[in-house]
Structure formats: structure tokens, C-alpha cells
């Protein structure tokens, strides 16, 4: 895989008259958490942050900040210091913005990359981060609730990134949502979501006491063959 990505980093050097978008970026960087040479997965990080300044200067968006969360989980893994200084900016920068949906979604990657990258607690322990980023979640979501009409539409990948990482606080944000089929579709979201990036059997009493506030009996059938069938692959 680090093959492919070198080599694709140095066609776009060679090649001036082509410009990948952030996009590309983010997926070339997915592998970099799982190399295990640590002198080679330094030197991308510093070729990826050689080559984002463009893709920052077309503005906030979530990809840029999917890119630079996977270039914290791959500091993690060699410079504890950069990678917690590298999420630090990233929800400063994430604070500031004014799209309060893509706000929202982002704080919660960076909720997500904490749980997968932070299990020892030292970051939490030298930055205070994870509290930090729960508050302006909080925040967030209390004022993107007030303003917006279309709730699922408006929290449906912050509850999906959630669900890897802070069920329960996307199970409320699903249960305050303004109508009833909304509130069911992002009950839905949130246990598609499990599904797809968890183990069924330790999640099943969470799972079928969600599955059991669903009011749309077609969507809870579904969901339960749905829950059946990846019990089955397991």
C-alpha cells in the first residue's frame, strides 16, 4: 500500500498541470495509520503536509479534516507530541466555523479518532481534548437544533460517527430531532452505523432496547432481519 502511495504522491510533483482535490488526499492518507516502518511513515506525513495547502485554501470541508485526522492517528504511532498539537489546530480550527452541521460532524471524527488512537488516555491526560470537544459538540448541537428544519438531513454522519464512539450521545441527538419519521431514520442510521463497524452480540441489549423505540413497525422489521443476517456472518 505504501508503494501505491508514494508513487502517487510523486506523480502529482511531476505532473504541475494536475491538482487532486482533498478528496484524493484523504483516501491516499487511509493506509498510514497501519504502516509499521516509522522512519517511511514520517517522511508521507510530511509529503501529505507538503502538498494539503491548496486543498486548504478552497475552505473548510469535511475531507480536509478526515485527512488530518489520519495524519494524527499516523503521528500516534511515532511522535505523541505532533499528533496531539496536530488535533489540538484541527478543533480550533473546527470551532471557528459556521456551518454548524459539517461543524458538528467534524467534532464528531474527532471524537472518533480519540477513542480509536487515545485508549491510554494520554492525550486526554496532557491536552484535556476529548472533554473540550464534547462541550462544543454539546453546544453545537443545542444551536443546530434550533435553527434547522431538516434534522436527520442536518445530523445523519454525525450520528453515524457517533455510533462508533459515543452511542448514547447519539441516541439522544436521534431522540430530540423534530418529527417522529426523523427521529425513527436516524434510529435507523445509528444502528446501521453499529452494525457496520461492531461486533452484534456485545451490543445486542443496546441494539434491541434502540430498535424498540422505532414507532415505523416495517423499519423495525427490517432492522431485525438486518441485525439477524450480521449475526449470522459472525
Not at 41 to 57: H, I, P, R, T
Not at 118 to 137: P, T, Y
Not at 167 to 174: D, G, K, L
Request: with cysteine; proline share 3%.
Amino acid at each position: 500500500a505504501t508503494d501505491v502511495v508514494r508513487y502517487a504522491l510523486q506523480c502529482r510533483v511531476e505532473t504541475g498541470d494536475y491538482s487532486p482535490n482533498v478528496t484524493l488526499y484523504r483516501e491516499l492518507a487511509t493506509p498510514l495509520p497501519y504502516v509499521d516502518d516509522l522512519e517511511l511513515l514520517s517522511s508521507l506525513v510530511k509529503e501529505f503536509d507538503g502538498l494539503k495547502g491548496s486543498a486548504e485554501a478552497l475552505g473548510p470541508t469535511a475531507d480536509l479534516i478526515r485527512l488530518e485526522l489520519t495524519l494524527a492517528a499516523a503521528e500516534r504511532k511515532y511522535d505523541l507530541r505532533a499528533c496531539a498539537n496536530r488535533l489540538v489546530t484541527t478543533f480550533l480550527n473546527v470551532s471557528a466555523w459556521s456551518d454548524l452541521s459539517l461543524k458538528a460532524e467534524c467534532l464528531a471524527r474527532i471524537l472518533d479518532t480519540l477513542a480509536n488512537i487515545d485508549a491510554d488516555g494520554a492525550i486526554e491526560q496532557k491536552e484535556g481534548l476529548r472533554s473540550v470537544v464534547l462541550q462544543e459538540l454539546n453546544s453545537t448541537v443545542v444551536e443546530l437544533l434550533q435553527g434547522v428544519a431538516e434534522q436527520f438531513d442536518a445530523f445523519r454522519r454525525v450520528i453515524r460517527t457517533l455510533a462508533r464512539c459515543e452511542p448514547t450521545m447519539a441516541f439522544n441527538i436521534a431522540q430530540r430531532l423534530n418529527t417522529e419519521p426523523r427521529r425513527n431514520q436516524a434510529r435507523r442510521e445509528l444502528i446501521y452505523s453499529i452494525l457496520e463497524s461492531a461486533a452484534v452480540d456485545t451490543h445486542w441489549p443496546w441494539i434491541q432496547s434502540t430498535i424498540d423505540t422505532i414507532s415505523d413497525s416495517n423499519m423495525s422489521a427490517d432492522l431485525i432481519v438486518s441485525v439477524l443476517s450480521k449475526l449470522y456472518q459472525q
